[in-house]
């Protein structure tokens, strides 16, 4: 089946992207959670303590996002195996040090943004306010989240 290129076309558009976030949120929350599980050093109090307080306002967003989906009459990925084969952000490698788990975050997070700036444009030209507004939410937090950790990297 080939893809719609036509970013107007109809709400399988919206429900693919999404299920995209839900997988993307799926997989990130594993990794905060590994993150959380193995930070060292220095900044282990803060960081773990960081890292709880992102997967659990993580946890919010995916539900949120698969009820969005459900209201719509979509059907949420589920699975890990789907989430891993949808998602855009990767698993964590479990060879992060302090810092690269920080920067990977900025990364998953500015990657994850992206993506729901297009689910935006989207949803408004489909008419579909709610998610729109579910995406700039998002967004807006995950934006505010990347300019904490790179000032917390320096």
Do not use: C
């Not at 479990?94 to 997070?109: H, S």
């Not at 729901?116 to 444009?121: Q, S």
């Not at 995406?135 to 320096?154: A, N, P, T």
């Amino acid at each position: 089946m080939a893809k719609a290129t036509n970013k107007a076309s109809s709400s399988t558009s919206i429900e693919q992207i999404l299920n995209r976030q839900v997988a993307n949120l799926n997989v990130l929350y594993v990794k905060i959670h590994n993150y959380h599980w193995y930070v060292k050093g220095e900044q282990f109090f803060s960081l773990h303590v960081k890292f709880e307080e992102l997967y659990d306002d993580i946890t919010l967003k995916m539900d949120e996002v698969a009820e969005r989906l459900l209201s719509i009459k979509g059907t949420p990925a589920a699975t890990l195996k789907e989430y891993l084969e949808i998602a855009s952000v990767e698993e964590a490698t479990g060879k992060e040090d302090t810092r690269a788990m920080v920067q990977t975050l900025i990364e998953d997070f500015t990657t994850i943004a992206e993506e729901l700036a297009e689910g935006i444009e989207l949803a408004e030209e489909g008419g579909d306010q709610p998610t729109g507004d579910l995406f700039i939410k998002i967004r807006s937090d995950l934006e505010k989240q990347s300019w904490m950790l790179r000032s917390f990297l320096g």
